[in-house]
């Protein structure tokens, strides 16, 4: 399913950088809808009425790599604005016949623009006409442009750091406007998108949500829908959406793999089944898991293991409801380009995501997934739009392996005990010192690893926990929270003290990249 048929949009074309879908987010929080398609795939009968504007991305090419870029030059006369990003910038000058080089120095970092021209681009930019302090990461640079561009800002490494071809309504910027790091960036895309390309407001999570309930009603007609609920925020949103498109029709499976939050299935019962009236099968799948999972250690084998069991236990139920054609999954888009790029470009798999690389190939239900073209603070809105409570919308992201991936190695009953209770002190401790909403995720996990301690007199021979938290906007890079000493040590404590197993508590100090927010 998608939403490309209906909307006006600016059309994103990647060229692998790990930043395309920040572009994406930008334009969508401008309230424009914003799709990506990699340079790999993007055709030219890709929706062109629909298309209001054109960005290009940035990439790890370099644009003389003639064999490994593929781009045709045919969207140069659809007449649509475009914008080129650090590549996006380089391939316009290259293919219009300017001259791209290998830089003599890299320039990488802060860089201090300097404006020479007016521009529609740069309106309300510059402040008096003052420097401003733009980010670069870029080793080529454009060295000679192509005809009938002018130059419109520069730093000193790098002359031509904003052009533009009126006319031809064509804009290239060497730095990154849609990193924190560019002041103000932001105007920049706003001014190409409503100035330049003259896109009108399409995108707010009312509308998503008249839209996607629409396009769920279309998509399923009289057949019936299977969603896996797992009570985290997206499997949530996903089926209230879903309940609310088609009632009845819609059946969730809740499957308790043992590797849930302490309580979790409680809580999930008491929304959906008790608050919301929504047909719910509760599958009791403890024992099931933790036999396919003893003496498994490899990570990625746990996450296969995982998915597939899921999608049996659906199939199962499946078979017993003939009319069920749909299994509705809570996958988004960063799911699907972190684990197996959506796009088909370069970004490189670091996971496979159990909703999307565990599954089997020969799946007999088709798959609904509605989200899979939010953001999670999209889908967060939309779920406080279709009423979920704040406790649900505003829950910190959990995995769709559970708390397997935060004991590393093989897992077993008493781990997972354990861990269970020190994640529920810790999370009960952050809300009651007023820190939970200001991380964007925060858990405990268990280090299967034993280290000697000492409590009263006597010595203990037992596990570590290690806690982490992080503050992200979507997940893709992120950093660790600065807890104070008086709250790292009352945290402690509490898990010390109220949980046999434990004995010595650390925290993780390691920020996304070089480490990931989940252990494994
Ligand atoms: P990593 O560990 O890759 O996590 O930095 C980024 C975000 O993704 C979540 N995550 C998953 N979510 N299925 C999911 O639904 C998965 O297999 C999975 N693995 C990681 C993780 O909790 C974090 O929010």
Redesign the pocket.
Known sequence: MSLNNNLERILIIDFGSQFTQLIARRVRELGVFSEIVSHKRFNLKLGKNKTKGIILSGGPLNVYQSKKVKFNNEIFNWNVPILGICFGHQIISKQLGGKVKQAKQREFGLAKLKKLRNSKLINNFFIKDKAKKVWMSHADEVIKLAKGFKVVAKTDSSKFSIIENVSKKLYGIQFHPEVTHTEKGNIILKNFIFSICRIKKNWSSKNQKKILIQEVKRNVGNSKVICALSGGVDSSVVAKLIHNSIGKKLTCIFVNTGLLRKNEENQVIQTFKKKFKVNLIYVDAKKLFFNKLRNIKDPEKK?KIIGNLFIKIFEKYAKKNRNIKFLAQGTLYP?LI?SKSVTGSQTSK??S???VGGLPKKMKLKLIEPLKFLFKDEVRKLGLELKLSKNIVLRH?????GLA?RIPGEIDENKVKILKEADDIFIKSLKENNLYKKIW?AYAALLPIKTVGVMGDNRTYEYICLLRAVTSQD?MTADFFDFSKDFMQLVSNRIINNIKGINRVVYDITS?PPS???LE
């Open positions: 996450r799911d972190e670091i996971k995501h159990h909703n992201p959990f995995p769709g392996p991936i995720q997940g996304k990931t927010i989940e």
